[in-house]
Nanobody, 127 residues
Framework: VQLQASGGGSVQAGGSLRLSCAAS??????????MGWFRQAPGKEREFVAA???????HFADFVEGRFTISRDDAKNTMYLQMNNLKPEDTAIYYC????????????????????WGQGTLVTVSS
């Protein structure tokens, strides 16, 4: 199983980026995988950003404030995070994660609830 995050880069404040998370070795639709994005800034703990359940319901951290959109394309085994109006405090390594939806006890904002993690993609926002 592999999750490959991509799409990070350097942008100025107010700019946009679209992150992708391509999954291989698992079928997002067959096992109804829930997917999530987390981020980790230098010197800080990894924190929840957004999640999308197998049925499409979405969840966001409070700091997102309507700026991000999470989506998935199960036919492509890929999840996306569209980030608009980026702020310098959004600077971090962004990680994607997946959770087998056939297991009970999914807690979308908890790191420990996810089975697999990608390697991360760096997002840098300058002021």
């Amino acid at each position: 199983v592999q999750l490959q995050a991509s799409g990070g880069g350097s942008v100025q404040a107010g700019g946009s980026l679209r992150l992708s998370c391509a999954a291989s070795g698992l079928d997002l639709s067959r096992n109804r995988y829930h997917m999530g994005w987390f981020r980790q800034a230098p010197g800080k703990e990894r924190e929840f950003v957004a999640a999308i359940r197998s049925g499409g319901r979405t969840h966001f951290a409070d700091f997102v404030e309507g700026r991000f959109t999470i989506s998935r394309d199960d036919a492509k085994n890929t999840m996306y995070l569209q980030m608009n109006n980026l702020k310098p405090e959004d600077t971090a390594i962004y990680y994607c994660a997946s959770r087998n939806g056939l297991r009970i006890g999914y807690e979308y904002s908890s790191r420990g609830t996810y089975d697999y993690w990608g390697q991360g993609t760096l997002v840098t926002v300058s002021s």
